[in-house]
């Protein structure tokens, strides 16, 4: 990871103001609108399926959010997509809730068999269920990143052909062959609903102004976690509410410089141990 | 009301994270979801027909809010609601705008008919319409709780078989029997949209964890009613945003002795006068 | 513009409650609600076909925006601006992002065509659009406001016989006749998801109170201006998240006569010059 070009990435964000296109969910539609704000870029979230693809077509990013999914997202987001690959667009897919129900699963698994997705951000169980594997939730919340997590993470990047990120304590980013962890973030994060569906958009963001899916994805993962640490500190003992406003100053604020200073990357070797990056 | 168990209550909540699944509307949804998980308790706003039946059935309430209703909604409702009675999951419903509209008056008195709805929470005049009375508001803003409003309850709670909450100045709870009044609460609730939508999905939480209604609808009156008046102390001088955010706060850090030391609940006689818990 | 009458305006909103319906968006729903009851006004949500025209008969002001427009939108807003067309209830149209899809543009002008629309508030682009004109965006963040921009609102404001909102750096108001210009606002509000769309609603308040079309407009565009300078002060130095709390806190704490105070309002005489009132 080359630390002046995750730098510079944060500014080109804030220079070019990337557009970024989010087909996603009542729940979190308007945090994720004003994160990729604060952030610097520019959030548009069209849904009807008689407009995502020229929605799409001027966007810098597609962002697919599964959230409250439906069947009419669905027909949006293929269409969306289309235009996406059409155009070489970068495609985020965040699989929320996959394994919940059929619907979700096997629309998921439509999606990635009829687009080519660049990225996938997940928890450990979505991940594992796009797969087809069942997950059982344990080491996510461990002091040290279950290997377990690693191998699926691995597995569904070297199956799916695109960049796997699995967020959890810990992260881990690989595109089945160079894995990185991060361990930037803030256990308040699970405390926010549409954290995670914001970190997605944001992932979407850096893809759009960096082509090497792993420096994009890395990047955008340490600079949002870095901003939820600081907000941590400054609002951890008012709660929830504060650190969640407080979340979206620090993605005004923060700058590429800061972002360097606490980022907490790890490569894993070939004898896979970790090396401070 | 046994003070040791509304104090339990809180803690089962924050220990058992129980999932509440919420049919809600595209205001209320992200504020309900940030409530929820500052509460402890784990939201899913999953809304589709192909989807509500299986992300019902891991649920441990289901929550029907009328928000910004529509004909899919209505579906969705009932394909979760019957999924709920089958598993003996609780159901609240939140009757918003009832009243205001022909299709939302009759398909909310169509939910009560096909489904078992074991909590109705809403202001006198949706409650009113729900049994097809015409409400002419009044005495809902007064010192004392207007004695319209209660009889109100208790005919809707019988006629509906059902626990009934009137929330207003001072709100009501009754099973059609017994009948409680919780006077903990601040008008600033008022300026928040969705501040109702957030009890409902409260009284949700709170009956995943105790099977006795009025338990369990009494303890999430009184426990957010003083998280509000804890807002308010903090934020009653800065405005309406700031109470918003320092509710979710508070919801965070509330504790099940705080919400006991605070807690104004009365209960009415046979007499007719009420008498402090 | 009578200042007397623009300090009178916020009194009569708080006063009199006006009941807003707003068709509106996943996005910006829960911020508008909040904004308009910060205010002082009612917000109602309603978007199903089957329950709109109810809704709209007994508001006071309609809002119609597209900003994640589709075919069902499309239909629910036809019946419900019908219903205030009939009943002589004001309509604000706010054409999100027309010229970003055909969609949308054809959209909008077929709601233009059907419906007496008494208010457009866009930004120059999306104006510009709506009449057919491919608008290349300009001077609209520059120190004055550009001939240009004006020439467009009259344009707009003649051929759509309608009251004209541009708003940018400066605002622009106009009913093809007479121009005003509104100088208040902050760059902040830029960073705000939904700033714009909240504003659009606020025209709809006023609208409600007050029948002169520019003095209702002037007079909401200056005291959202005002408000949001006030929340500038308090939290530019912490970011967008404490800005857009604030924003609400100030929209429920602004008197009239703070309003009349800080209000920066020119009117365009028949030399083009402008003066200020």
Redesign the interface.
């Known amino acids: 990871m080359n630390q002046k070009k995750m730098i510079s990435l944060v500014n080109k964000i804030r220079e070019t103001k990337p557009l970024i296109h989010n087909i996603t ?7 994720t ?2 994160g990729l ?2 952030l610097g870029a520019k ?6 399926p ?2 995502v693809n ?2 799409t077509e ?1 966007s810098d990013a597609l962002v697919l959010n599964l ?6 997202y669905l027909e949006s987001m293929k269409i969306a997509g289309k235009a996406a690959n059409n155009k070489g667009i970068p495609i985020v897919l965040d699989p929320v ?1 996959v394994g ?5 699963t096997n629309s998921a698994q439509e999606l990635l068999q009829y687009l080519h997705i660049q990225f996938i951000r997940g928890n450990a169980a979505e991940v594992a269920n796009l797969i087809g594997h069942k997950w059982e939730i344990k080491g996510v919340e461990t002091g040290n990143t279950d290997g377990d997590i690693v191998s699926l993470a691995i597995l569904a990047a070297q199956k799916l052909k695109t960049t796997v990120i699995i967020t959890g304590k810990n992260d881990i980013i690989t595109d089945g062959n160079v894995v990185f962890q991060v361990q930037n973030g803030h256990p308040l994060l ?5 954290a995670g569906c914001l970190l997605s958009a944001i992932v979407g963001a850096f893809a759009a102004v960096e082509k090497e899916p792993l420096e994009a994805a890395v990047s955008a993962l340490v600079f949002y976690g870095v901003a939820a640490e600081m907000a941590a500190v400054k609002t951890a003992a ?5 650190f ?7 993605l ?2 923060l700058t590429g410089e800061q972002m360097d200073q606490y980022s907490l990357v790890l490569r894993r070797e070939g004898d896979l141990s970790w090396v401070k990056q």
């Open positions: 969910n009542i729940v979190v539609a308007n945090f609108a004003n704000l604060a959030p548009v979230m069209a849904s009807a008689e407009e020229e929605i001027i959230g409250t999914f439906n069947k009419v809730g919940a129900s059929c619907f979700r699970t405390k926010v609903t549409g008012l709660g929830p509410g504060s969640q406003i407080e979340l979206i100053n620090q005004a604020n």
